[in-house]
């Protein structure tokens, strides 16, 4: 091995050591909520494209861990909030954990690549820029990636919360 190559795998080795740091403390933060709540949930860790990954799943199915999604994520959203600034302050070092409860970001994430493919299909037939509805971040970045894995080019427009995007013909 070269020392470039020595050096970008201790980067690599050091960049998971530290997205698994952020995972364990956010799961220790989340822990804690849940003991407050009353609510039963298990904790799963990941690391996925360059973030910790952090899921709360329940056995038992139970209708419980809904109330910390709320309506349309929101409660999700905001939990997601505090348990970056929970790890921010142990770390000092900003985080972009995702935050998923009940499996709703990931179906959310495989109904957002499905809409960025079918307003792909629609631009690409049309020959005209397709506007989806606002979307919050994370669905904006889902949607961005299912059309440029489509083969074309998509744009973020408006001010928050009334962002949206704007699928672009080829």
Do not use: C, N, W
């Not at 795998?9 to 933060?29: M, P, V």
């Amino acid at each position: 091995m070269t020392e470039g190559t020595t050096s970008a795998a201790a980067e690599g080795t050091d960049t998971l050591t530290r997205l698994e740091q952020e995972g364990e403390i956010a799961a220790d933060y989340l822990e804690g909520l849940l003991d407050i709540a009353d609510l039963d949930g298990d904790i799963d860790m990941d690391v996925e494209a360059d973030r910790a990954s952090v899921s709360i799943i329940s056995d038992t199915g139970s209708r419980d861990l809904q109330k910390l999604v709320g309506r349309d994520g929101e409660v999700l959203e905001a939990l997601q909030e505090l348990t970056r600034l929970a790890v921010h302050r142990e770390t000092g070092d900003r985080s972009r954990l995702m935050l998923d409860i009940a499996g709703y970001r990931a179906r959310k994430r495989t109904e957002l690549s499905e809409l960025g493919a079918k307003a792909a299909a629609e631009a690409r037939s049309s020959g005209e820029p397709v506007k989806l509805d606002p979307m919050t971040p994370f669905e904006r970045k889902v949607v961005h990636d299912a059309v440029k894995a489509a083969g074309l080019r998509s744009e973020s427009e408006g001010e928050e919360p009334q962002r949206f995007v704007v699928v672009l013909p080829a």
